[in-house]
C-alpha cells in the first residue's frame, strides 16, 4: 500500500465504532462477524463497558482451522475444512455447537461463538462461548461416511476441548448420534485419562449414551417459554395465536409442535425444499414426521406457497429457525408479524432490524430467544458430572426459570435505558461478564 495514500481503513470516521479501527478489522459491514460484533459493542459503550473488557470481547481467544482426510465409501479420499472458535472462557468453559453445512467460513462460526458467549452470560449458565462447523454438507454423504468425518474432525481438534475446558454440542446439520460418535472418539483415544469422564466433552447425546432428557427439544422449548413470559407485553396469548416458521428442524419443529399442543395456530412453514400454507393450521407433529421422512416441508399438506407469500402471511408470531442473515430490509418490509422470535442465530442483518423497528414489528433476539438448548447442555453436563439422571419435569422447571430470569433481566435493561430488547438482551450479558472482569482483573 502507498505510504502517501489514505485507504477506507484508515480514516476513523469510516467506522462506526473506534474499536473496529483499533483492533484493524476489515471495513465489511455486510459480514456477519462485523455485525455481530458492532451490537455487542452499540451495547457496550451504551453502560460505558471497560475498554480493556470491550477490546477482549471484540475478537476470540483462540481460532483453530484444521483440514483433515476421510475415506469414502468408493474408496478415494477427500479433505474436509473444520473449525473450532473459542470466543470467551472468562465465566467457564468454552461451550458452543458443531455446525455441518457446505458453507460453513471461518467469520460465521467467529459470530456464532461470540453469540455463545452472550447467551450464557444472560441466563447466567457457567460456560463461555465457542462454535465449531465442519465444511461439508450431510445430504451428500452415507451414514458411514458422516461417522468417519465426525470421528476424524474431533480427533483433528482434540487437543483443544475436553469435558473443562471445551464442550461442543449440536447445531444445523449435527445431531445426537454424531454427539454419540464424538463422545466415543474422544473417550476411546482417552482411555484410561478421561475414561468415563469423557463422557462430558459433548453435550446433546441421545439419552441412552449420557444425553439428557429433554436436550432434544429445548431450543425449541425455550424459545416457547421466553414467548410465553413476553407476550403479555404486545397483547396476545398462545390460545389461538397465529405463526409461521422459517425452518422446520430441531429448532423450528420442536417450537411449533409445543406451541401447536398450546392452541396455537401453525399457519405457513417454510424450509430449504418449500413453503407451505394453510389458514385453518398445519398439524406441526405430522409435519415433523413428514420432514424426518420427505426431508422437508414439501409436498405436505395446505397450499404451496412462495417465499414472498411466506413472509407476507399475516401471523401474530414470526419465528425464524433457520439460518443467519435471512432477514434483510427486504424480507423485513414484507413481514406481517406483530412480534419476531429469534430460533436461529443472528437470522436478521441490521439493515432487516432497522426496517422491523421503524415498522413497529418487536425483536426477541436470539441471545434470549434460543438460549435453551445450552441451558439443558449445562444440566446435561452437571448430570454427567454427578452421575445423576434428571426427570423431565425436573428439566423443564429449570429451562423454565432459566428461560424467564433471563427474559425478566433482559426487560429490566430495556426499561433502565430505553433501548430494544436485542441492545437490552446483550447490557444484561455485558453487564455480568463486565463484573467477571473487574473482580478477576486482567492476568498478570
Ligand atoms: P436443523 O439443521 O435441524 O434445521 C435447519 C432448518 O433450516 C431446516 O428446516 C432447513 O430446511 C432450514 N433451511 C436451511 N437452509 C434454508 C434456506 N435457505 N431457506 C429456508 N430454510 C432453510 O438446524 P437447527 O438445529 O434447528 O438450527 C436452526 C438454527 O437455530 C440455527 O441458526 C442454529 O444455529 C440455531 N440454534 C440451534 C440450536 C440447537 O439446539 N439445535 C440451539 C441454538 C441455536
Partial sequence: MSTTAVSANESAAEYSNPIFKELDFPQDPNNLYHQTVETMLHAADIIDLKHRVKIILAQPKNEVMVHFPVRMDDGHHRLFKGYRVQHNNALGPYKGGIRFHHDVHLDDVKSLALLMTMKCSL????????????????????????????RRFCSAIMNIIGPEYDIPAPDVGTSAQNMAWFADTYMMSNEGKAANDGLRVVTGKPVEFGGSLGRTKATGQGVVDTLVELLPEVGLETKGMRVSLLGYGNVGSWAGRILHDMDAKIVAVADHTGAIRDDKGLDAHRLAEHCEKHGGVAGFAGDAITTDEFYQTQVDVLIPAALEQMITDREAAMINAKIIAEGANAPCTPEGDRVLSERGIEVIPAILANAGGVAVSYFEWVQNKTSSYWDIEQVDRELNRHMVMAARRTVVARQKYGVDLRTAAYIAALDHIGKAYSVRGIFP
Fill in 123 to 150: 441466563v447466567r449458565v457457567p460456560f463461555g462461548g465457542g462454535k465449531g462447523g465442519v465444511k461439508v454438507n450431510p445430504r451428500e454423504h452415507s451414514a458411514r461416511e458422516m461417522e468417519r468425518i465426525t
